[in-house]
């Protein structure tokens, strides 16, 4: 099992930049798929970007294509999402989630806010 907290959420304004990190617990980290989900007020949560255990793989919505780029660094157990041009609707509240190789159970962190003031 692994524990996730998420850091690096605030306040910026349209047009600018924020990195979210993910920090996890564990000596497995490198076994899972990570993901970044966000939700917005009245909105159900979505996927933003996943990248696979190796980092060889990567997936991102249709919304943040282009803008963000999701990495992850297996020896500080980490996981980014640098969110470039941003936009007022990327304001959510910004989980990271891990899969374990094989699996189709999500573990959770607790969420970071994100808002982007236009």
């Known amino acids: 099992q692994v524990q996730l907290v998420e850091s690096g959420g605030g306040l910026v304004q349209a047009g600018d930049s924020l990195r979210l990190s993910c920090a996890a617990s564990g000596r497995t980290f490198s076994n899972y798929d990570m993901d970044w989900f966000r939700q917005a007020p009245g909105k159900e949560r979505e996927s933003v970007a996943r990248i696979s255990w190796s980092g060889g793989f990567t997936y991102y919505s249709d919304s943040v294509k282009g803008r963000f780029t999701i990495s992850r660094d297996n020896a500080k157990n980490t996981v980014y999402l640098q969110m470039n041009s941003l936009k007022p609707e990327d304001t959510a509240v910004y989980y990271c989630?891990?899969?374990?190789?094989?699996?189709?159970?999500?573990?959770w962190g607790q969420g970071t806010q994100v808002t982007v003031s236009s």
């Open positions: 989630a891990g899969v374990p190789r094989g699996s189709s159970l999500y573990y």
